[in-house]
């Protein structure tokens, strides 16, 4: 088949694209040869910050309008090639120091292909990430190189997991090959061979229906109540399998779906928060969850903040608080400040300023910035028992996520001062990949928090957080639908009252994340995980079949 997009005349020429292409032109094809040549050095894309076009889809505040935002923030990335995949030195989000743009460019591919004047071809999948904020832009960029030189280089975006600012990007500029200097490039290669092979095995969703063929699965309940517009991705684990749905774009399916980057907002309350404190409490003991704030957070030290532990900030229970109506703080300025804020001082600041109205642990009222003091205690906990160069997000990476063999996509999150060396927000600023969520909600119900053959979470709070502790079910919380809430996660009880099928009544917990981001957690080993951004929470259709598949019971 011959190429009539992105022809290697088109990334030769100097006129400017004047719009986006279907991303398939973007993909590996299936004539595709291995690559004639080896790519390992530096990819520098040069004159981003005045190159390219965008066009604004969704913007009520305004950020289009704002130059800078429009372009790429500075790109230049080593990468190492196996094969035929094209794998960056350096993955998951970095801080480019653009004023609007954090950058993470994932593992891509190489190949040659007819018509291409003998060069190889690539292509690699990247992601803006709105500076201070988890906002994620999915994009891709191809090039053709040999030898000392490259091709210029063309990108675009079309698609994102973002409620507020949706665009099309695109681009065409030149870029500079400079080869070699990678230090340790057999490791990085044997790394990524290792992360390939250790993925979930994944099929297609409509398997889920072959692969059990008797128990009715109704297919059209995944996905279910999302705008297809708005959908990025969604996917069932069972059984070990990662049955995903598509990843679509406004110019078709994503070229990589397996490496679509997902911001995890709320969902890090569970996945960070709640996962930390089970960490510590596997370490030091569950008494850890009751460590009081001000014996961590010097700047807590505010008769206000009296008898607040750790427990009640990651239950949303601090009897701090201006409105006890259901997320209104969330939405009110107080909350808007502690988002806007970039400095730790600042960020810290406004999420202690709530005034003081109920005991602890008598009313939820959800803040994110609650998860952000619970975080910022844990990380003193830890500095206490293993030194101040300990990093509570550290530790969870290495002693949990990484056990679990979540990748290093998913390996970063977003920290106060745009810095590496900033604290973690705790609350949001986590990064997925499907198969990396998949993983996460595999270790908490099918593998009960055990990682490579060792017990990495608390038994006890894990129960506790997944409602299999009856003693201990968290608080009820307000709202149209009352849920529980406990240790960062949310919970709906289900009973014949929702579906005669349901002969006994349980419970589901789920993370939940802004603008349609759910990971429901069934209580018989199986999680269904859908990002989207036009602010629907559609997934009890899909408890319905997984009860066809495995009855649920406790919980």
Same mark, same amino acid.
């Given at each position: 088949m011959t190429r009539t997009v992105l022809t290697a005349a088109e990334l030769a020429s100097t006129t400017a694209p004047a719009g986006t292409v279907p991303n398939d032109a973007f993909?590996?094809?299936?004539?595709?040869?291995?690559?004639?040549?080896?790519? *390992?050095?530096? +990819?520098?894309?040069?004159?981003?910050?005045?190159?390219?076009? +965008?066009?604004?889809?969704?913007?009520?505040?305004?950020?289009?309008?704002?130059?800078?935002?429009?372009?790429?923030?500075?790109?230049?990335?080593?990468?190492? /090639?196996?094969?035929?995949?094209?794998?960056?030195?350096?993955?998951?989000? @970095?801080?480019?120091?653009?004023?609007?743009?954090?950058?993470?460019?994932?593992? $891509?591919?190489?190949?040659? !292909?007819?018509?291409?004047?003998? @060069?190889?071809? &690539?292509?690699?999948?990247? &992601? =803006?990430?709105?500076?201070?904020?988890? #906002?994620?832009?999915?994009?891709?960029?191809?090039?053709?190189?040999?030898?000392?030189?490259?091709?210029?280089?063309?990108?675009?975006?079309?698609?994102?997991? #973002? /409620?507020?600012?949706?665009?099309?990007?695109?681009? /065409?500029?030149?870029? %500079?090959?400079?080869?070699? $200097?990678?230090?340790?490039?057999?490791?990085?290669?044997? &790394?990524?061979?290792? *992360?390939?092979?250790?993925?979930?095995?994944?099929?297609?969703?409509?398997?889920?229906?072959?692969?059990?063929?008797?128990?009715?699965?109704? +297919?059209?309940?995944?996905?279910?109540?999302?705008?297809?517009?708005?959908?990025?991705?969604?996917?069932?684990?069972?059984?070990?399998?990662?049955?995903?749905?598509? #990843?679509?774009?406004?110019?078709?399916?994503?070229?990589? #779906? %397996?490496?679509? +980057?997902?911001?995890?907002?709320?969902?890090?309350?569970?996945?960070?928060?709640? =996962?930390?404190?089970?960490?510590?409490?596997?370490?030091?003991?569950?008494?850890?969850? *009751?460590?009081?704030? *001000?014996?961590?957070?010097? !700047?807590?030290?505010?008769?206000?903040?009296?008898?607040?532990?750790?427990?009640?900030a990651l239950d949303m229970t601090t009897g701090n608080y201006s409105s006890a109506g259901y997320q209104a703080d969330e939405a009110g300025p107080t909350m808007s400040s502690f988002f806007l804020a970039e400095t730790y001082t600042d960020k810290l600041t406004a999420a202690l300023s709530y005034p003081h109205k109920a005991a602890p642990g008598s009313i939820w009222t959800y803040h994110t910035s609650d998860t952000f003091l619970a975080v910022r205690a844990m990380d003193d906990v830890l500095k206490e028992r293993e030194g101040a160069g300990s990093d509570i997000f550290a530790m969870l990476r290495d002693e949990v996520l990484e056990p679990a063999g979540v990748g290093p996509d998913s390996l970063t999150t977003l920290r106060t001062d745009n810095a590496p060396t900033g604290e973690p927000f705790g609350g949001y600023g986590m990064f997925w990949t499907p198969d990396d969520i998949a993983k996460v909600a595999k270790l908490l119900v099918a593998d009960d928090g055990v990682a490579g053959g060792t017990q990495v979470l608390h038994p006890g709070l894990l129960d506790a957080s997944l409602q299999r502790d009856a003693s201990d079910r968290g608080i009820t919380t307000g709202g149209p639908t009352p849920f529980h809430y406990n240790n960062g996660f949310w919970a709906r009880d289900f009973s014949s009252a929702d579906n005669a099928a349901f002969t006994s009544a349980f419970s589901v917990p789920f993370m939940s994340g802004f603008g349609g981001i759910t990971v429901a957690l069934m209580p018989n080993g199986s999680s269904y995980y859908v990002f989207s951004d036009n602010d629907e929470f559609a997934w009890r259709d899909v408890v319905t079949e997984s009860n066809k598949l495995d009855s649920m019971t406790g919980g």
């Open positions: 993909a590996l094809p299936a004539e595709a040869m291995m690559p004639k040549h080896t790519f *390992e050095g530096t +990819l520098t894309l040069n004159d981003v910050g005045s190159s390219g076009g +965008l066009t604004a889809l969704k913007d009520p505040y305004g950020y289009a309008t704002l130059a800078p935002l429009r372009h790429l923030p500075p790109v230049s990335v080593q990468l190492v /090639q196996n094969g035929s995949h094209l794998v960056p030195v350096v993955r998951g989000v @970095q801080y480019t120091g653009s004023p609007y743009w954090n950058l993470a460019i994932g593992a $891509g591919r190489a190949w040659s !292909e007819k018509g291409d004047r003998g @060069q190889s071809r &690539a292509s690699l999948p990247f &992601a =803006l990430v709105e500076r201070n904020a988890n #906002c994620v832009h999915n994009g891709v960029l191809t090039f053709l190189f040999k030898k000392n030189k490259v091709s210029n280089v063309r990108y675009q975006i079309t698609s994102e997991t #973002c /409620q507020y600012f949706q665009f099309d990007m695109w681009g /065409q500029v030149s870029a %500079s090959y400079t080869p070699g $200097g990678i230090v340790n490039a057999a490791d990085i290669r044997n &790394a990524y061979a290792t *992360e390939v092979a250790d993925r979930l095995p994944s099929k297609p969703i409509s398997t889920l229906a072959t692969d059990n063929p008797g128990a009715g699965i109704d +297919l059209s309940a995944f996905g279910r109540g999302i705008t297809p517009s708005a959908l990025s991705a969604y996917g069932f684990v069972y059984d070990g399998v990662n049955y995903v749905g598509d #990843c679509p774009t406004r110019q078709g399916a994503y070229p990589f #779906c %397996s490496q679509l +980057l997902l911001p995890s907002y709320s969902t890090a309350k569970s996945a960070f928060g709640g =996962l930390a404190l089970m960490r510590l409490a596997q370490k030091y003991g569950p008494d850890v969850s *009751e460590e009081l704030l *001000e014996d961590h957070i010097p !700047e807590a030290s505010a008769s206000s903040w009296d008898d607040v532990t750790i427990d009640h």
